[in-house]
C-alpha cells in the first residue's frame, strides 16, 4: 500500500456496508478519511474524583455500584448510586436490560463517561457510556482526547474512530504519503505544524492541546488545514487562468482603426472619465496581443461600465469579429440594445437582441444571420447560450452584471465561440464589489480592472431611514417631487422569495398610489409581465409620459433613466446591502438632486438599523462591501445571490476571513518556486471535480 487514494475498503475493519455508509458522508479514499475532521471531542484523558463534579461538566469518573434498583415511578428507570472516596453519585437508565442490572451489582467497579446534571437527588449521569472494570489495576483514561466525528445512518463513532486510527497508522508507518506541500518558510512564518502534525492533532489530541481552543478553531492545526484549503481554492483558479492563457485569441487591430475610434468618440455626448480611459487601454493592451483576454471591469453603479464594454465592441468590429453581449434580465437587454444601436449608428453596424421571448421565424432570422456573419453585435440574456446559437466569426464575449450568471452559463458562451484552438476575448462586468481579500477565491481567473471613478457632474444620492408610519409624509414628498417635473421610483421588494406575492404587492401598491396621488401618472412593471408589456412601460417611463413607477427588484440592475431622482424602497430590511445598492442606482444619474427613502416596517434589529445606517452614510459600493463584511461575516458578503458560492471541507469564511490576506502572497511563491505542489494541492482540496481548473 502506497498511496492514499486507495479506496478505504482496503484498511482493516472496514467491509462493504462500512465503506458504504462512509461514502454517504463523501468519503471514498483512505485521504478523503484522513480530512473527515471531529465535530468535536471528549475528555477521558483524566479520572474526576466524584466529589469535585459539578453540573454542566463531561468527564469520566471511577468508582464502586453501591446499589442497583429498578424504580417505576412516572417512568420505569434503572437507578444506580456509584461512589469512591470523594462522594456519590446517581446513575439513570430509561433504557436498560434484565442483563444489565444484573451486572451493575452493589460492589463492581465502574467507569462512565457523561454530561453531570442536577437531578432530585444531588447529581446524575443520565444513559453514561460505562464500562465493568474486571482489573482493578487497569487503566481507564485514554492518551488522547476522544475525537467525535460526524455519522451517517449505522455509522458508529465506533467504527469510524477504528478506520481513522488505521489510516492515521498507515500514514505515521510511511510520512511520505502525507505529503506536505505548502512551503517550509511560509510553515515556519505562520508558525504552522507540518501537515502531519496537523492531522495527528486533530484527529488525536493530547492534552497539551486546550479543548477550548480545539472547538472554536483556534488551534494552529486547524488553522493550517483551513489555510490550506482556501490557497488550494485560490490555486486552482489561477492554474485555470494560465489554461486560459495557453489558448490563442484573434488580435484586435483593424487597418482603418483610429479613424473609426474617432468617429466613435465624436458621436458620444460625453467625454471619457480618466478612469474609463485607464481600464479602455487596459483592454487594448489585453485584445492587442494573441492570448484570450479574461477581464473583469468592477465599477460601481453608474460609473459607465457600458461604454465601455461598447469601445471593446468596436474594436471587435473594426477587426472583422462578431460580439456577443450577455446580460441577466430582458430589460436589461433591450437598454443595452438601445444604447449600442445609438452609439453605433453611423458605422452601420447591424444590432441584434436574442431573449427567449423571440420564437418562430424572427429567431430562425436572427440565428441564420449570427451563422453567417450578417449580424455584428448579438445582445441576449441566458437564451444566448442555447446550442441552435452558432457563430460565424465570435471575437468578444461581454456579460453584464456577471454576479447573476452562473460560471457554467459563462462557460457555455465562451465554448461557443471556439474554432481550432483560438477562442474569443472576455470582458465580464459587475457592479457588487467584492472586497479584495474574498476576490483571492472568486476572480483568481481574472484580470481586474476598477472604474472607480463617477462621470462628472454627480451628486450624491441622499439617503434616508425612516419607518413604515411616515407613509403619508412620503406621499406629499412624491406630489411635490413630480410638481418640478421629475420622476420617482417605488420599489417593492421580495416576499419570502416569492415572486407571485411580490408581483401582487406591487400591484397593490401602484393601485392605493394611483387613489392618493390623482395628478400623477402612475405605472408598474413587474417580472410576471410580458417582455413587450415591461418594454412599453419603460419606454414611457423614459419618455416622461409616466411620473412614478411602481416596480418590484426587476430594475434592480442596469436601467437608466436620469431624470428619475427619488426613490422609496419599501422594506429595504429584507435585502442585502449590495442589492439595494444597485437598487439605489436607478437613482442619481443625471445632474439634478436625488433621494433615497428607506421606508422600514418596525421594529427594526439591531443588526438591520446598523446595517441601513451603513448604506445611509456612503455613496460607494466598495465601502459598503466592505462594511458589510465586517458586520456580517463573508459568508453573507459571498451569499447565496453570488454564484460560485463555494462550499468548504474546512475553511469557514466567517472564522478563517483572517488566512484570507495572505493566500494570494504565498499563492505567487508556490507558482515560482514549488509548482510541482499545485496539482497535488488542488486534487487534495477540490477532488477529481476539476470544475474551477475549466472556468
Ligand atoms: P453602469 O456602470 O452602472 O453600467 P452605465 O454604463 O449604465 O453605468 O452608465 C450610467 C450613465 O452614465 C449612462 O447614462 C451613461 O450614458 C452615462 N455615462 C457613461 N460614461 C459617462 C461619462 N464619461 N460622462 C458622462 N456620462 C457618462
Ligand atoms: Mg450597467
Same mark, same amino acid.
Given at each position: 500500500m502506497n498511496d492514499l487514494n486507495q479506496s478505504v475498503a482496503v484498511l482493516t475493519g472496514v467491509g462493504a456496508q462500512t465503506k458504504d455508509r462512509l461514502e454517504k458522508l463523501g468519503i471514498r479514499v483512505i485521504q478523503d478519511l484522513i480530512f473527515h475532521l471531529p465535530l468535536r471531542y471528549e475528555d477521558r484523558t483524566r479520572v474526576y474524583p466524584i466529589g469535585s463534579l459539578s453540573a454542566g461538566m463531561t468527564v469520566l469518573i471511577r468508582g464502586r455500584v453501591e446499589l442497583a434498583d429498578i424504580v417505576s415511578?412516572?417512568?420505569?428507570?434503572?437507578?444506580?448510586?456509584?461512589?469512591d472516596d470523594t462522594g /456519590?453519585?446517581?446513575?439513570?437508565?430509561? #433504557?436498560?436490560?434484565?442483563?444489565? #442490572?444484573?451486572?451493575?451489582? =452493589?460492589?463492581?467497579?465502574? *467507569?462512565?463517561?457523561?454530561?453531570?446534571?442536577?437531578?432530585?437527588?444531588? /447529581?446524575?449521569?443520565? $444513559?453514561? +457510556?460505562?464500562?465493568?472494570i474486571a482489573n482493578p489495576d487497569a487503566e481507564i483514561t485514554e492518551a488522547y482526547l476522544t475525537p467525535v466525528y460526524p455519522l451517517t445512518e449505522g455509522l458508529s463513532q465506533t467504527t469510524?474512530?477504528?478506520?481513522?486510527? $488505521?489510516?492515521?497508522?498507515?500514514? $505515521? $508507518? !510511511?510520512? !511520505?504519503?502525507?505529503? +506536505?506541500?505548502? =512551503?517550509?518558510?511560509?510553515?515556519?512564518?505562520?508558525?504552522?505544524?507540518?501537515?502531519?502534525?496537523?492531522i495527528q492533532t486533530l484527529h488525536a489530541p493530547d492534552d497539551t492541546v486546550s479543548t477550548e481552543a480545539l472547538l472554536n478553531g483556534g488551534v494552529p492545526a486547524l488553522k493550517r488545514l483551513a489555510f490550506e484549503e482556501l490557497l488550494a481554492h485560490h490555486l486552482s483558479l489561477c492554474l485555470s487562468r494560465n489554461k486560459t492563457k495557453a489558448w490563442q485569441a484573434p488580435i484586435f487591430d483593424g487597418t482603418n482603426q483610429l479613424a473609426r475610434v474617432e468617429q466613435f468618440l465624436k458621436a458620444?455626448?460625453?467625454?471619457?472619465?480618466?478612469?474609463?480611459?485607464?481600464?479602455?487601454?487596459?483592454?487594448?493592451?489585453?485584445?492587442?496581443?494573441?492570448?484570450?483576454?479574461?477581464?473583469?471591469? &468592477?465599477? +460601481?453603479?453608474?460609473?459607465?461600465?457600458?461604454v465601455v464594454a461598447a469601445y471593446a465592441a468596436l474594436l471587435a468590429l473594426t477587426a472583422g469579429y462578431q460580439v456577443a453581449v450577455m446580460a441577466p434580465t430582458e430589460l436589461l437587454v433591450e437598454q443595452h440594445k438601445r444604447n449600442f444601436s445609438a452609439?453605433?449608428? *453611423?458605422?452601420?453596424?447591424?444590432?441584434?437582441?436574442?431573449?427567449? &421571448?423571440?420564437?418562430?421565424?424572427?429567431?430562425?432570422?436572427?440565428? &441564420?444571420?449570427?451563422?453567417?456573419?450578417?449580424? +455584428?453585435?448579438?445582445?441576449?440574456? #441566458?437564451?444566448?447560450? &442555447?446550442? *441552435?446559437? /452558432?457563430? #460565424?466569426?465570435?471575437?468578444?464575449i461581454i456579460i453584464d452584471e456577471q454576479h447573476r450568471f452562473g460560471v457554467n452559463q459563462r462557460l457555455a458562451l465562451r465554448d461557443k465561440g471556439q474554432q481550432g484552438n483560438i477562442r474569443p476575448h472576455q470582458l465580464v462586468m459587475t457592479a457588487t464589489p467584492i472586497p479584495r481579500t474574498l476576490a483571492m477565491l472568486q476572480y483568481s481567473d481574472l484580470d481586474i480592472s476598477i472604474i472607480d471613478e463617477l462621470p462628472p457632474g454627480r451628486k450624491p444620492i441622499v439617503t434616508s431611514v425612516i419607518p413604515a408610519e411616515r407613509r403619508t409624509e412620503v406621499i406629499e414628498r412624491i406630489n411635490s417631487w413630480v410638481g418640478k417635473k421629475?420622476?420617482?421610483?417605488?420599489?417593492?421588494?421580495?416576499?419570502?422569495? *416569492?415572486e407571485v406575492l411580490e408581483c401582487e404587492a406591487a400591484e397593490k401598491t401602484a393601485d392605493f398610489l394611483t387613489l392618493a396621488l390623482p395628478k400623477v401618472r402612475v405605472a408598474l412593471i413587474h417580472g410576471r409581465m410580458k417582455s413587450a408589456e415591461k418594454e412599453a412601460v419603460m419606454q414611457s417611463f423614459k419618455n416622461h409620459e409616466v411620473d412614478l413607477l411602481v416596480a418590484t427588484t426587476v430594475i434592480e440592475v442596469g436601467v437608466d433613466v436620469p431624470n428619475a431622482g427619488l426613490m422609496i424602497i419599501e422594506n429595504p430590511e429584507r435585502l442585502g446591502l449590495s442589492q439595494l445598492h444597485q437598487l439605489r442606482g436607478r437613482v442619481g444619474r443625471g445632474e439634478g438632486d436625488s433621494y433615497c427613502l428607506l421606508m422600514y416596517q418596525s421594529p427594526l434589529s439591531d443588526t438591520a438599523r446598523q446595517r441601513l445606517g451603513i448604506l445611509r452614510d456612503s455613496n460607494d459600493g466598495f465601502v459598503i462591501a466592505e462594511k458589510d463584511l465586517a458586520l456580517r461575516g463573508p459568508g453573507e458578503v459571498m451569499g447565496t445571490r453570488q454564484t460560485g458560492a463555494i462550499n468548504f471541507k474546512i475553511a469557514d469564511l466567517a472564522r478563517d476571513a483572517d488566512l484570507l490576506h495572505n493566500i494570494q !502572497?504565498?499563492?505567487? %511563491?508556490?507558482?515560482?518556486?514549488?509548482? %510541482?505542489?499545485?496539482?497535488?494541492?488542488?486534487?487534495?482540496?477540490?477532488?477529481?471535480?476539476t470544475e474551477y481548473a475549466e472556468v
Open positions: 415511578k412516572s417512568r420505569k428507570s434503572l437507578v444506580c448510586k456509584v461512589s /456519590l453519585i446517581t446513575l439513570k437508565f430509561f #433504557h436498560f436490560s434484565a442483563n444489565q #442490572h444484573n451486572m451493575l451489582k =452493589p460492589g463492581t467497579l465502574i *467507569s462512565c463517561f457523561a454530561e453531570v446534571r442536577y437531578g432530585f437527588g444531588g /447529581l446524575e449521569m443520565v $444513559h453514561p +457510556d460505562y464500562q465493568i469510524i474512530r477504528k478506520a481513522v486510527k $488505521h489510516a492515521l497508522t498507515l500514514c $505515521h $508507518h !510511511q510520512p !511520505q504519503l502525507l505529503t +506536505d506541500w505548502i =512551503p517550509e518558510q511560509t510553515l515556519r512564518q505562520y508558525a504552522y505544524p507540518t501537515l502531519a502534525e496537523a458620444l455626448p460625453f467625454k471619457f472619465t480618466g478612469a474609463q480611459q485607464r481600464v479602455i487601454a487596459e483592454i487594448e493592451a489585453d485584445c492587442g496581443v494573441p492570448q484570450p483576454m479574461m477581464r473583469l471591469i &468592477q465599477g +460601481d453603479v453608474g460609473s459607465g461600465k457600458t452609439w453605433f449608428e *453611423s458605422f452601420q453596424v447591424n444590432v441584434v437582441f436574442l431573449t427567449g &421571448q423571440i420564437k418562430g421565424k424572427a429567431r430562425k432570422e436572427i440565428l &441564420q444571420g449570427l451563422a453567417e456573419g450578417a449580424v +455584428d453585435i448579438v445582445i441576449g440574456t #441566458h437564451a444566448l447560450f &442555447q446550442d *441552435s446559437v /452558432l457563430f #460565424h466569426q465570435l471575437g468578444l421629475r420622476q420617482v421610483y417605488w420599489v417593492c421588494t421580495l416576499i419570502e422569495e *416569492s !502572497q504565498v499563492g505567487e %511563491q508556490i507558482f515560482k518556486h514549488s509548482p %510541482q505542489a499545485i496539482q497535488p494541492l488542488c486534487e487534495r482540496w477540490l477532488g477529481t471535480s
